[in-house]
């Protein structure tokens, strides 16, 4: 790799090596968000005004399609986290890839996306139930399957089963990484709301909380999905020699031409039919 190197990182280094991709491709990260993202905050916004500005004068069809929203909302958020991880990873590859590729990948696969992301809420809803302890664990032990989803081409029950592989051993690890990239993020998001001053107290206060929020999240989804990222990498590294897989497919025998394919422990990337790379786990795992 150009700018990172791949090799078991400690959860430092993987809180580094986020902010490196974060910042060396912001502009693209940004822009997969901004585009995802803000033009149903928007309309989600104008809705609340609506509501607050009568809220006698609700009617079953504006809270229909507040939930409507709401419901589509859950859905664009997913596929935005989605079209972000499949840039961090040819990022962090140092794959050459577009805001734009990125986002037809994600939406290419989105019923995937949101079985996966459904099941992956259905678990830590279960796992709170039971106790906290429990949501923690489930959380680290799920918590890289939207990477296994998008870089593996993975199905949905496919990419949780396979986080629940890559993690295991590393769950302490995964959750210390995740709280501290929280941690991180939501100061951002207190220092954002600081900044501009908004004062939740009346309708409009309410609606620019919202729109906050919007910039907020903007700002701060890349910057979790490439923790997600790094550690997902991390874990390959450690387990199955990802590095050692990478450093395989690009070198060149002694007449200039690629090493050819063939080893079963150190397969070379697939086409994804998108026109991408994708990174299977060795064949005997």
Known sequence: MAQLQLRPFSVGEVIDAAFSVYKNHFKQLITIT??????????????????????????ASTAGASLAVALLGMVVTQVATAAITLAVADAYLDNHSTWQSSISAAFARTGSIVVASLLFGLAIGLGAIAL?????????ALGVFMPALMVERLTATASLGRSWRLTSG???????????AFLITLLLSLAI????????????????????GIVGSVL???????????????????????DLELLASQLLTSDGTA???????????????????????????
Do not use: H
């Open 34 to 59: 901004a585009v995802v993202v803000v033009p149903l905050g928007v309309v989600q916004a104008l809705l609340t005004a609506q509501i607050l500005a009568d809220p006698d004068a609700l009617s």
């Open 132 to 140: 906290l302890v429990g949501a923690i664990f489930l959380g680290a």
């Open 170 to 180: 590393n769950r302490g690890r995964v959750f210390g990484a995740w709280l501290l």
């Open 193 to 212: 709301s600081a900044v501009i001053g908004i004062a939740i107290t009346t309708g409009t206060a309410t609606v620019g909380a919202q729109m906050i």
């Open 220 to 242: 701060t989804t890349p910057f979790l999905a490439a923790v997600v990222v790094i550690i997902y990498f991390d874990l390959r590294v450690r387990k199955e020699g990802f």
């Open 259 to 285: 090493l050819a394919p063939g080893s079963d422990t150190n397969p070379p990337p697939e086409a994804s039919g998108d026109g991408g790379e994708v990174w299977p786990p060795p064949a005997d795992r």
